[in-house]
């Protein structure tokens, strides 16, 4: 079974930039479609980036230009380069492995712990 674990979270300051980072285990990294995704408080969690096996990518409109997903295969590893940020941005990200397509999330995949990113002054 897959496990994902996610770092790089923490407190920046509106306009910096953080790198967040989901290690895989247990599983065919390779093949899956990877994604982050984000729940701010009071909020439900949405779709922030996708990334497929062929590294073809998918942004959220309010990302697209600031946000890069990337995937390293060799590391079993896929990031999430965020730069401008704004407050709104605030959340916990959640790193996410499953077996759909870069527009399809397959319902049976598997979720990360989470990492806290806040954004303010």
């Known amino acids: 079974q897959v496990q994902l674990v996610e770092s790089g979270g923490g407190l920046v300051q509106p306009g910096g930039s953080l790198r967040l980072s989901c290690a895989a285990s247990?599983?065919?990294?390779?093949?899956?479609?990877m994604g982050w995704y984000r729940q701010a408080p009071g909020h439900q969690r949405e779709l922030v980036a996708r990334?497929?096996?062929?590294?073809?990518?998918l942004y959220a409109t309010s990302v697209k230009g600031r946000f890069t997903i990337t995937r390293d295969n060799a590391k079993n590893t896929v990031y999430l380069q965020m730069n401008s940020l704004k407050p709104e941005d605030t959340a916990v990200y959640y790193c996410?492995?499953?077996?759909?397509?870069?527009?399809?999330?397959?319902?049976?995949?598997?979720w990360g712990q989470g990492t806290l990113v806040t954004v303010a002054s």
């Open positions: 247990g599983s065919i990294f390779s093949s899956d479609t």
């Open positions: 996410r492995s499953d077996r759909g397509s870069l527009y399809y999330t397959h319902p049976d995949g598997t």
């Open positions: 990334i497929s096996n062929e590294s073809r990518t």
